[in-house]
């Protein structure tokens, strides 16, 4: 059974970094055909896929946010990250840690989650 953990720091000023980690277990990130992606729902709003990092290291991000994202990884303790500059109160947000399983090109499912960790964004 794979299992994803995020953790972050509950609270980010203005102006700086955000950064969150997916501790997963139970798979290893780099299996090949799965990516492990990030998204998050700011309050009263949807889902928001924010980018992925593949079981090689490819990442792939959302265009919206693309200047502002970076996702890595760490395969000795099977964690990736996501860092998100310049944050303003409308990053605030539950931010969660999923597994894809990619069949073909377009063709993927979000398999695995985690539970979220919520991020709030003030000075």
């Known amino acids: 059974q794979v299992q994803l953990q995020e953790s972050g720091p509950g609270l980010v000023k203005p102006s700086q970094m955000l950064s969150v980690t997916c501790t997963v277990s139970g798979g290893s990130i780099t299996t090949t055909y799965y990516a492990w992606s990030w998204i998050r729902q700011p309050p009263g709003k949807g889902l928001e896929w924010m980018g992925a990092?593949?079981?090689?290291?490819?990442?792939y991000y959302s265009p919206s946010l693309k200047s502002r994202t970076s996702i890595s990884r760490d395969t000795s303790k099977n964690q990736f990250s996501l860092q998100l500059r310049s944050v303003t109160p409308e990053d605030t947000a539950v931010y969660y840690c999923?597994?894809?399983?990619?069949?073909?090109?377009?063709?993927?499912?979000?398999?695995?989650w985690g539970q979220g960790t919520q991020v709030t964004v003030s000075s």
């Open positions: 999923a597994r894809v399983r990619v069949y073909s090109g377009s063709n993927y499912e979000f398999d695995y």
């Open positions: 990092i593949a079981f090689d290291g490819d990442t």
